[in-house]
T-cell receptor, first 113, second 112 residues
Framework: GAGVSQTPSNKVTEKGKYVELRCDPI?????LYWYRQSLGQGPEFLIY????????DSGLPNDRFFAVRPEGSVSTLKIQRTERGDSAVYLC???????????FGPGTRLLVL | QKEVEQDPGPLSVPEGAIVSLNCTYS??????FMWYRQYSRKGPELLMY????GNKEDGRFTAQVDKSSKYISLFIRDSQPSDSATYLC????????????FGTGTRLLVSP
């Protein structure tokens, strides 16, 4: 079946702009996760959702980052006033339930100029 | 110091070699230990996971966990050029797979 999809695959923006990154989880998966992967590093946890609610947002680096999942399926990661240090690959994963294995999407490559 | 340490490589081996990939960690609360494979410009793909200590085998892959030493390993037998990728170890606490903590990844190159 279809895996996790993320759009756009690449995003180039200017410092100070606002960006939205979208994640479509595997159908029926109730848990959704966001990670950030900087060049040469492993993914770093940002936030995860169980259904519509953010169960743990302790990985969000600051209040410029926000994520929503209003209907318990698609999620959007929003970054305000982007900075060059936000440049990274943003990965989304989903799982059938919390405490089950996560399946990752291909990521969105964000470049802030 | 990072919670999970992993040599970034690259590790270059000839086809058919046995590959050993390793991670060390500092958080004794970790109970689930995973290995992911990541091809260039793709998302990580779960290879296998182990709960607590012990060994687990799946085809050419064997995962080992030594909690007393806080050391985990992934062995790949009869390595193939298609195994060339970055291998990421990941860990989580007793509640399961949420909030994974990853190593930096080891880049593996298998030459024909």
């Amino acid at each position: 079946g279809a895996g996790v999809s993320q759009t756009p695959s690449n995003k180039v923006t200017e410092k100070g702009k606002y960006v939205e990154l979208r994640c479509d989880p595997i159908s029926g998966h109730t848990a959704l996760y966001w990670y950030r992967q900087s060049l040469g590093q492993g993914p770093e946890f940002l936030i995860y959702f169980q259904g519509t609610g953010a169960a743990d947002d302790s990985g969000l680096p600051n209040d410029r980052f926000f994520a929503v999942r209003p209907e318990g399926s698609v999620s959007t990661l929003k970054i305000q006033r982007t900075e060059r240090g936000d440049s990274a690959v943003y990965l989304c994963a989903s799982s059938r339930a919390i405490s089950e294995t996560q399946y990752f999407g291909p990521g969105t490559r964000l470049l802030v100029l | 110091q990072k919670e999970v340490e992993q040599d970034p490589g690259p590790l270059s081996v000839p086809e058919g070699a046995i590959v050993s990939l390793n991670c060390t960690y500092s958080n004794s609360a970790f109970q689930y230990f995973m290995w992911y494979r990541q091809y260039s410009r793709k998302g990580p793909e779960l290879l296998m996971y182990t709960y607590s200590s012990g060994n687990k085998e799946d085809g050419r892959f064997t995962a080992q966990v030594d909690k007393s030493s806080k050391y985990i390993s992934l062995f790949i037998r009869d390595s193939q050029p298609s195994d060339s990728a970055t291998y990421l170890c990941a860990m989580s606490g007793a509640t399961g797979f949420q909030k994974l903590v990853f190593g930096t990844g080891t880049r593996l190159l298998v030459s024909p």
